[in-house]
């Protein structure tokens, strides 16, 4: 097997010797790396003629094949090398064999001082090698972090040891379990970095501070065993102790972040070479957990979405886009607005009459208002963020616009109609993107002659936070028009997914079944807040009923016509939700729904939901059944998301998501699907696709055609296959 990375090394005139980390694209830390730097160490420890050592990677420049690895210092550990140490087709390193032998006891403990020269990024291990040497220089803008519970697993080469020691146990505790880099100046202010100078001075700098450590006229840290930064063991306990309880209440379902608390515990109280040991082992046990497994994928997957088959591999280059139109000021066409502005694309929105444009402006303002009052933003800013935004109430200003997106109501006429309308008013290169939740997007575009320009960008409410932007193309977008969209999708800081058109698109379509599942429970015995309590244990961010009353019954029952008429054999029509909204409980805006609702948005049951149960109960003439009376957490999930994975492999099989990865993207993003599940794609196949099938099978002979597993699902199980794995044949509708 090809080596993955290197070092080289270069001994100076000086006697330092340059150790140059080399691994594009972000200089990881593979084996292979790591074998290597071990044994430069050990030549640079040997030879006569070297001095000092400076631990580097190449200087910033472009067109060449290594461009990738240069100016940054390195991602940290090989993160493409988990899959095989996970699945045992790896040799696993010996406990302590890269944290104690490599980082420890050759790089720390070398009889000549080292520097890190960092530039670029030092996450996760790359910054660990970098707190095992005696001194770090650094650019201002370098990100220095230890991310590694974002992946499930926590710092293995020594960093919950060394950052306290450092940075101080609060500030250490803050960067591991938040995951979030800081930037050099920071970094400086803190202690972690011990000059900050420019990218040309970087190396030059650090062979002096290097040399200056052999001759005393700087200080030889060795960060392990460094204590003047630790807070005194009384007052770190109680840190200790309060930061356990807060991940408690914020992560319920999560462990690896009270495994990383107590190995730094460890290290505080039995000394850091105790500490380094048992992080040793926790990383080895942690790296073969579901949740480092999960979030893993998550990594991969969030970045496979970026690559589109005949769209990305085609060298389009997209296309600049200066000036943005929006249709509609409501919830959505203000979100997006505002997510617009704030990357900074001056906006035109437009509406139709003075009144509702006032209230959209108004709108955007109370979103940029809402960050300043939480510090994300001040009020300068704000000010020159807003004076981007431009109202009218006609299309004379749409002449020079780039992209239009129409987020007005649901309503077919009336798309067709706008569309015909910025046909004509928008220049021909113009992009012209409907914010439209379900419906057909050839339909919205049947009364012009642009439907290669025609997109579907679809954001989620609230749009200028939830990250997730669904890209729907129909069989004539062009493929520039999606690289277009894409690329503002990404400056927006969005997480765009591309998907084909269908009604309800891929999150709402495979997500339908969910409310429905949930109600079917509810008219034959189970209680509907259990139901809830249920789903978010699982790790949801709310229940099925609490989201209908978030999103409002009008909502629902529009969405729920749509869902009815495209796929009326497998959509269970109940009449709870149109009985309680005839008796002007419309869910959360109207203060009453499934829940009750105070001033302060807290929701609380309500016993007077029973009497629509039953009502709706009688008319689907149901009857109470005593199993599901009783339903425990784990049958309760399995009911309502199986039908929602159910849905989504019709959605794979029909080729509306070009693979798997890109619905569990899209579940987690667009749904709140729990992230450390891996997606509903992976979470399904770590139950087996035989499973999901016989447990449909058994409740559709029970309560009907609606937990029918689709043929895809059916297929797939009596292979034994995983529901992920791709098609031998792609059927693909895009
Ligand atoms: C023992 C240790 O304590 C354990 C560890 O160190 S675990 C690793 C900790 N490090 C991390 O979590 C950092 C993960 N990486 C990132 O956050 C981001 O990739 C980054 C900030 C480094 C760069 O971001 P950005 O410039 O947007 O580029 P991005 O597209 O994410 O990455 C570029 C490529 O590098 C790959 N990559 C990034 N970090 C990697 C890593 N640590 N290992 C392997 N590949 C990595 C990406 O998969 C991507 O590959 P692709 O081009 O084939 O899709």
């Keep these: 097997m090809a080596n993955k990375g290197r070092t080289t090394m270069e001994v100076g005139a000086d006697g330092v010797a340059v150790i140059t980390l080399i691994n594009p694209p972000v200089n990881s830390l593979s084996l292979d790396v790591l074998t290597s730097l071990k044994e430069s160490y050990k030549q640079a420890v040997q030879r006569d003629d070297v001095k000092a050592i400076v631990i580097t990677v190449m200087e910033l420049t472009c067109g060449d094949p290594l461009s990738g690895a240069r100016g940054k210092f390195s991602g940290g550990f090989d993160i493409t090398a988990f899959g095989g140490l996970q699945a045992g087709k790896m040799e696993q390193p010996k406990p302590g064999y890269i944290s104690v032998e490599i980082v420890t006891d050759t790089l720390e403990g070398a009889r000549k001082p080292s520097v890190a020269a960092i530039d670029g990024l030092a996450l996760g291990g790359g910054l660990e090698i970098a707190m095992a040497c005696h001194a770090r220089i650094s650019t201002a803008t370098a990100q220095l972090g230890l991310p590694e519970l974002q992946l499930g697993i926590i710092p293995g080469f020594g960093g919950t040891q060394r950052l306290p020691?450092?940075?101080?146990?609060?500030?250490?505790?803050?960067?591991?379990?938040?995951?979030?880099?800081?930037?050099?100046?920071?970094?400086?202010?803190?202690?972690?970095?011990?000059?900050?100078?420019?990218?040309?001075?970087?190396?030059?700098t650090a062979r002096r501070w290097a040399l200056d450590i052999l001759e005393r006229r700087k200080p030889w840290v060795v960060s392990l065993y460094k204590t003047e930064k630790l807070e005194p063991l009384g007052e770190a306990r109680e840190i200790l102790k309060f930061a356990r309880v807060q991940i408690r209440k914020q992560a319920p379902n999560l462990k690896h972040p009270l495994v990383c608390i107590d190995v730094i515990e460890e290290g505080i109280i039995s000394g850091s070479r105790a500490g380094l040991w048992k992080e040793a082992e926790a990383f080895q046990a942690l790296l073969h957990s579901e949740t480092c497994k999960s979030l893993v994928h998550l990594f991969f997957a969030q970045r496979g979405v970026s690559k589109v088959p005949g769209v990305t591999d085609k060298g389009l280059v997209p296309r600049t886009v200066k000036k943005v139109a929006i249709i509609g000021g409501g919830l959505m066409g203000s979100g997006i607005a505002t997510a617009l502005i704030l990357s900074n694309y001056p906006v035109v929105l437009k509406e139709v009459n003075e009144k509702f444009l006032q209230s959209g402006i108004d709108r955007v303002k109370a979103n940029l208002q809402s960050r300043v009052k939480k510090g994300k933003m001040s009020q300068e800013k704000l000010e020159k963020t807003f004076s981007l935004l431009k109202g009218a109430l006609d299309y004379e200003s749409f002449k020079d616009v780039d992209m239009v997106i129409e987020a007005v109501i649901e309503n077919v006429a009336?798309?067709?109609?706008?569309?015909?309308?910025?046909?004509?008013?928008?220049?021909?290169?113009?992009?012209?993107?409907?914010?439209?939740?379900?419906?057909?997007?050839?339909?919205?575009?049947?009364?012009?002659?642009?439907?290669?320009?025609?997109?579907?960008?679809?954001?989620?409410?609230?749009?200028?936070?939830?990250?997730?932007?669904?890209?729907?193309?129909?069989?004539?977008?062009?493929?520039?028009?999606?690289?277009?969209?894409?690329?503002?999708?990404?400056?927006?800081?969005?997480t765009p997914v591309v998907v084909g058109n269908c009604t309800g698109f891929a999150v709402n379509r495979m997500f339908f079944p969910y409310p429905q599942a949930a109600t079917i429970l509810v008219e034959r015995g189970t209680?509907?807040?259990?139901?809830?309590?249920?789903?978010?244990?699982?790790?949801?961010?709310?229940?099925?009923?609490?989201?209908?009353?978030?999103?409002?019954?009008?909502?629902?029952?529009?969405?729920?016509?749509?869902?009815?008429?495209?796929?009326?054999?497998?959509?269970?029509?109940?009449?709870?939700?149109?009985?309680?909204?005839?008796?002007?409980?419309?869910?959360?805006?109207?203060?009453?729904?499934?829940?009750?609702?105070?001033?302060?948005?807290?929701?609380?049951?309500?016993?007077?939901?029973?009497?629509?149960?039953?009502?709706?109960?009688?008319?689907?003439?149901?009857?109470?059944?005593?199993?599901?009376?009783?339903?425990?957490?784990?049958?309760?999930?399995?009911?309502?998301?199986?039908?929602?994975?159910?849905?989504?492999?019709?959605?794979?099989?029909?080729?509306?998501?070009?693979?798997?990865?890109?619905?569990?993207?899209?579940?987690?993003?667009?749904?709140?699907?729990?992230?450390?599940?891996?997606?509903?794609?992976?979470?399904?196949?770590?139950?087996?696709?035989?499973?999901?099938?016989?447990?449909?099978?058994e409740w559709t002979k029970l309560y009907g055609e609606f937990f029918k597993p689709s043929a895809y699902l059916a297929e797939r199980a009596s292979k034994g296959a995983s529901l992920s794995a791709p098609a031998e044949q792609g059927k693909s509708r895009l």
């Design 165 to 204: 020691r450092l940075v101080g146990l609060s500030k250490a505790l803050e960067m591991m379990l938040t995951s979030k880099p800081i930037k050099g100046e920071e970094a400086h202010a803190l202690g972690l970095v011990d000059a900050i100078v420019s990218p040309d001075e970087l190396v030059n």
């Design 414 to 494: 009336l798309k067709q109609q706008i569309f015909s309308d910025i046909e004509k008013y928008c220049p021909p290169h113009c992009i012209l993107a409907s914010n439209t939740s379900t419906i057909d997007l050839n339909l919205i575009g049947e009364k012009t002659q642009s439907n290669d320009r025609i997109i579907g960008a679809h954001f989620f409410s609230p749009a200028h936070v939830m990250p997730l932007l669904e890209i729907v193309r129909t069989q004539r977008t062009s493929p520039q028009v999606i690289m277009d969209l894409m690329d503002v999708g990404k400056k927006i800081k969005k």
């Design 527 to 697: 209680n509907l807040y259990k139901i809830d309590r249920a789903i978010t244990k699982f790790g949801m961010p709310i229940g099925p009923f609490r989201m209908v009353d978030l999103a409002g019954f009008g909502v629902a029952i529009a969405t729920g016509m749509q869902f009815l008429e495209s796929f009326p054999e497998r959509c269970y029509k109940s009449m709870m939700i149109p009985l309680m909204q005839e008796d002007k409980r419309a869910g959360e805006a109207t203060r009453k729904g499934f829940y009750t609702y105070d001033n302060k948005r807290k929701a609380s049951p309500d016993p007077e939901v029973q009497k629509y149960v039953e009502k709706a109960r009688n008319i689907s003439d149901v009857k109470i059944d005593p199993k599901l009376v009783n339903l425990s957490d784990k049958d309760i999930v399995e009911m309502v998301f199986f039908p929602v994975v159910n849905e989504a492999c019709r959605v794979l099989a029909e080729g509306i998501a070009v693979k798997a990865a890109d619905l569990d993207i899209a579940a987690i993003m667009g749904m709140g699907f729990p992230p450390y599940r891996g997606g509903i794609m992976f979470w399904a196949d770590s139950l087996g696709s035989k499973y999901i099938y016989s447990r449909l099978e």
